[in-house]
């Protein structure tokens, strides 16, 4: 039997060591794809209750935990169109929809398909004639071109076309994301067929992964084949469900291949073009684990396993072969390596190879090289890839919120009323399990206390009170995270003038708001950049999943114009902050919440408690909340409504009878955000 050289032993060992300590472990990569998919589930509910019919996967590097903080991988989105779907016999069609049957013959390439359009009322060809996003042929077939799908749910000014992805990249506070836009078919593609009843030495992937797989159908997207005759007709076939399968059924030791494989990639690919991409890289790792015996893929073989990958990469280059893992017709590098570049790839992979490892020490990326020749295993980024995954899908849930307020912003509070209750109806009332529980059970006291404050304003409005029935429904959604929810209800209190009890909420939000571990979330800018920075809040997240969100985040509080009657005189003003000129300067994300009075957390119970202590005549504590909440502007890194803050501390410097200092604040608060800005106001009152 073969034995692993011992010096192979020794460095695959400290590699794999290594490797956990930048997050390349069980327990990181299972975390991040547990954040991932919710996040997907937490999109995918919000759509369904507005009955959209389109459905969202997030895939690549995130979703899969095949990345670490220095690889910097981009979130892969798809968006399925559920109007059109795609068949392949027949008998599938559906009726009153717009069918197109899947055409693989030999006219077209490996991997492709042509689409032909069939009609919504019999399952018969359609008539038609060749435009702008159809055409005919000699025996009168319409097919479909591939540019009849464009991207309706991103801001087209502000992507960049990456083959058939529109790609979102260098925004501050975002994920660089690449979209695409796809149809489904529900039936396991012709070509990949024999793929189901082949099977190589290492007896992966198993039939049960195989049948599971055959069970995912498979998507079409918006490309043809380079320099194919039927470019504009033909759809790429893509089986990402079924690789996300086989994906999630790697061991730690593969996953560590993998990573190692782009890292490496990274190395050599800004010397030529990028010609290796990920899923080349992928694609090499599943025929590698496929045809070698399983027992090779341990800890301490990580070097010959790598060693392994990266010797049939360096075969595929030579052949300028490399077949697609699922449809291996389709030849991943057919056209993407030049010769004048070739010898020079083969030349640095040669050496990668044969240096037993001491290439990887000069490695960057993450400090491997260092952390590999010193060992410093004590520097673990564990807590902070943690805080990270936990706080994005904070962060993804404040954007579910922002347009959920932003779809309700236009209705009567009458309306708005009768759309939560149905989204909490639906929601409710579904059958959701696993991860889509989860995120349902996420989201709904979120709606509740969303509800129950459209209910209090009705309330107000007509009797200058609050219902039990509006109370029930906030208090269903207290704990959605430590403050914005109760600052919510403390609001509320506020203008029916129950004082006592708007300060018994405030003393248990400020107990509860532990300043070395709660982050501010706000999704409103693109522009902030935030920073995780407190240590108590990475090292909660390393250890609990998403139940720790509610005690170590705590989210803008939005309040919508037909809110206002909850909304302390103060803030009101930020409803009105945009003149007629500042609207032709808007972009896509303002809109979604200049038009409400938006404040964070911090800075805002801290203006409560000022107000709450100058109704009760508590000097001491209503100027200790003063300072609190000048301290919190000053020093909080991540306050997304800075101005905000600044114009509530300036009206209290107005009540304190120092117009001086309330002019400074609103005069800050304008070079913080000089358009649509609530300061103008203030200070032509001044």
Not at 389 to 411: D, E, M, P, Q, V
Not at 590 to 616: E, G, I, R
Request: a neutral charge.
């Amino acid at each position: 039997m073969y034995q692993v050289p011992n010096y192979t032993e020794t460095v695959s060992m400290k590699l794999s060591e290594v490797l956990a300590d930048i997050g390349v472990d069980e327990r990181i990569v299972m975390k991040r794809r547990r954040t991932l998919l919710l996040m997907e589930s937490i999109e995918n509910i919000y759509h369904q209750l507005l009955d959209e019919n389109f459905f969202i996967y997030l895939f690549g590097s995130q979703s899969e935990g095949t990345t670490t903080i220095g690889i910097q991988s981009d979130i892969d989105q798809l968006i399925r169109d559920k109007e059109y779907p795609v068949i392949q016999d027949w008998s599938d069609w559906i009726s009153g929809l717009y069918n197109f049957l899947m055409i693989q013959d030999n006219s077209v390439s490996p991997g492709h398909c042509l689409l032909q359009s069939l009609r919504s009322d019999a399952p018969l060809p359609a008539d038609g004639e060749s435009d702008q996003f159809f055409f005919k042929d000699r025996t009168g077939r319409v097919f479909v071109k591939n540019s009849i799908v464009h991207v309706s749910s991103v801001n087209r000014d502000e992507v960049e076309l990456h083959g058939p992805a529109y790609a979102r990249q260098g925004q501050p506070g975002y994920c660089d994301k690449d979209t695409v836009m796809a149809l489904h078919c529900t039936t396991w593609p012709q070509q990949a067929r024999q793929w189901l009843i082949q099977q190589g030495e290492g007896q992966w992937p198993s039939a049960e992964m195989k049948q599971y797989c055959s069970r995912t159908g498979c998507f079409v997207v918006t490309v043809g084949c380079s320099g194919s005759e039927h470019e504009q007709l033909e759809w790429r076939i893509s089986t990402s469900l079924a690789e996300r399968c086989l994906m999630f059924n790697l061991n730690i030791t593969q996953i560590r291949c993998y990573v190692l494989m782009k890292i490496l990639k990274r190395f050599i690919n800004p010397l030529f073009n990028d010609v290796i991409t990920s899923f080349m890289c992928k694609t090499v790792l599943f025929h590698c684990i496929a045809n070698t015996h399983s027992n090779i893929w341990r800890e301490n073989n990580l070097l010959l396993c790598l060693s392994l990958c990266l010797y049939l990469l360096y075969t595929n280059i030579i052949y300028e072969n490399c077949p697609h893992f699922i449809i291996p017709g389709n030849n991943l590098m057919r056209g993407k390596i030049s010769p004048a570049v070739k010898p020079y790839i083969l030349e640095k992979l040669n050496i990668i190879i044969n240096s037993e490892g001491l290439a990887l020490l000069g490695i960057k990326c993450d400090d491997l090289g260092s952390r590999l020749l010193l060992k410093l295993s004590a520097i673990k980024k564990g807590d902070i890839i943690s805080g990270k995954l936990l706080y994005n899908l904070a962060f993804s849930i404040s954007g579910t919120l922002n347009k959920t307020y932003h779809h309700l912003k236009k209705r009567s509070p009458n309306e708005a009323v009768e759309i939560l209750k149905n989204f909490i109806s639906k929601t409710f009332n579904s059958q959701y399990e696993g991860l889509d529980k989860t995120a349902s059970h996420l989201m709904l006291p979120w709606y509740c206390t969303i509800l129950g404050s459209f209910m209090a304003t009705l309330n107000i409005y007509h009797y200058n009170t609050v219902s039990a029935d509006a109370l029930k429904l906030i208090a269903l959604g207290l704990n959605t995270d430590v403050a914005s929810s109760k600052l919510k209800l403390a609001s509320i209190l506020f203008c029916v003038q129950e004082i006592q009890k708007v300060d018994l909420v405030l003393s248990e939000i400020e107990k509860r708001y532990d300043l070395q571990i709660v982050e501010p979330i706000c999704k409103c800018h693109v522009e902030i950049k935030k920073e995780l920075q407190r240590q108590g809040f990475l090292e909660l997240c390393d250890n609990h999943n998403e139940e720790i969100l509610k005690y170590t985040t705590a989210s803008c509080v939005r309040f919508l114009p037909c809110e206002i009657h909850c909304v302390p005189t103060e803030l009101r003003y930020e409803m009105f902050r945009s003149t007629q000129e500042d609207r032709i300067f808007r972009t896509k994300e303002d809109n979604m919440w200049m038009d409400c009075a938006v404040v964070d957390s911090l800075p805002y119970l801290y203006f409560l408690q000022y107000k709450v202590y100058s109704h009760l005549g508590r000097r001491d504590q209503k100027q200790a909340a003063l300072f609190k909440l000048i301290r919190t502007i000053k020093e909080e890194l991540n306050l997304g409504h800075r101005e905000t803050a600044l114009n509530l501390l300036g009206k209290c410097m107005e009540q304190e009878g120092r117009a001086g200092d309330a002019l400074q604040c609103y005069f800050k608060s304008l070079n913080v955000r000089g358009r649509d800005n609530a300061a103008k106001i203030h200070i032509n009152a001044l």
